[in-house]
């Protein structure tokens, strides 16, 4: 399976505190369900017990909204277009 990350997605990985790995593991790793405009969506559920923006926080949700671009049958390319992370 190919994990891309689009310009706009790596933006906001920063503007909300996940990491690459982070986003790949979720796409990989993570539950999957459909989203608008022809994407999906991928979710996990990090242990997190880190402080994020001065708060402590024990578990972080990582949401990467990708569409698929795979070439053909068997074959997994995914471009994440966006991320969204809940911290709690």
Avoid at 25 to 31: I, L, P, Q, T
Avoid at 38 to 50: E, I, L, Q, S
Wanted: net charge positive; with cysteine.
């Amino acid at each position: 399976m190919t994990v891309r990350i689009h310009p706009h997605a790596i933006g906001r990985m920063k503007e909300r505190g996940c990491t690459r790995a982070e986003v790949e593991y979720a796409v990989r790793h993570g539950s999957r369900s459909p989203a608008q405009f022809d994407r999906t969506g991928f979710k996990h559920t990090f242990a997190y017990n880190r402080r994020w923006l001065g708060k402590l926080y024990r578990r972080k949700s990582v949401e990467a909204y990708a569409v698929d671009e795979s070439p053909g049958e068997g074959e997994e390319d995914w471009l994440v277009v966006t991320v969204i992370v809940k911290h709690f």
